[in-house]
């Protein structure tokens, strides 16, 4: 799909504001099967050593969710992937995802591994209170390069996130399925 490129640059106090401020919904379309955040590094390496994490835990994000639904608002994501799943992914699930969902997060799951991609070039994005959209450039290793503020009309990524939600299953029942 192809959106048009009017951008403005987003990061630190302006990208952490947008989870401040969002009203309603914020949402996000992940499309990767690793994301190498420098922050995750040190446990993404023990987690490769065996190192399993005791939850659940509590931090600004699980706050965040909490607070948002007590006040009516929602977060949620949906991961297009396909199995086996990366070491990356098995991580994900189990540091992040599985605490996140049971704070409240909704968290689905696209599984594309025995079908067609209904997605299939859309590139990873946020969107607050389907107005804002937030585009996440990586490299090819999973390497953020940028936040970018879209400028356009936002009709096409609600698009998206109508055809990710219907066409996924909650995470939780997603990992009992596959015994992850």
């Not at 009017?6 to 504001?17: I, R, S």
């Not at 699930?93 to 991609?117: C, K, M, P, W």
Request: charged share 30%; hydrophobic share 35%.
């Amino acid at each position: 799909m192809s959106f048009g490129r009017p951008f403005v640059f987003l990061d630190g106090d302006e990208w952490q504001a947008k989870f401040r401020e969002f009203r309603t919904e914020a949402w996000r379309l992940e499309t990767l099967p690793e994301y190498r955040m420098p922050q995750e590094a040190e446990e993404f390496q023990r987690f490769l050593a065996g190192e399993r994490f005791a939850g659940p835990f509590e931090d600004y994000w699980t706050g965040l969710i909490r607070q948002r639904k007590a006040v009516g608002g929602s977060i949620g994501r949906v991961h297009v992937l396909s199995r086996p799943l990366s070491d990356y992914l098995r991580f994900e699930f189990q540091r992040y995802y599985a605490h996140s969902a049971r704070a409240g997060e909704d968290i689905r799951i696209l599984d594309v591994t025995d079908r067609e991609n209904p997605l299939l070039g859309v590139q990873d994005f946020w969107i607050f209170d389907r107005d804002t959209v937030v585009l996440m450039n990586y490299e090819s290793d999973g390497r953020q390069i940028s936040r970018e503020v879209y400028e356009g009309d936002p009709d096409s990524f609600i698009d998206c996130q109508r055809i990710a939600v219907s066409e996924s299953i909650p995470f939780l029942e997603y990992v009992s399925r596959f015994d992850l």
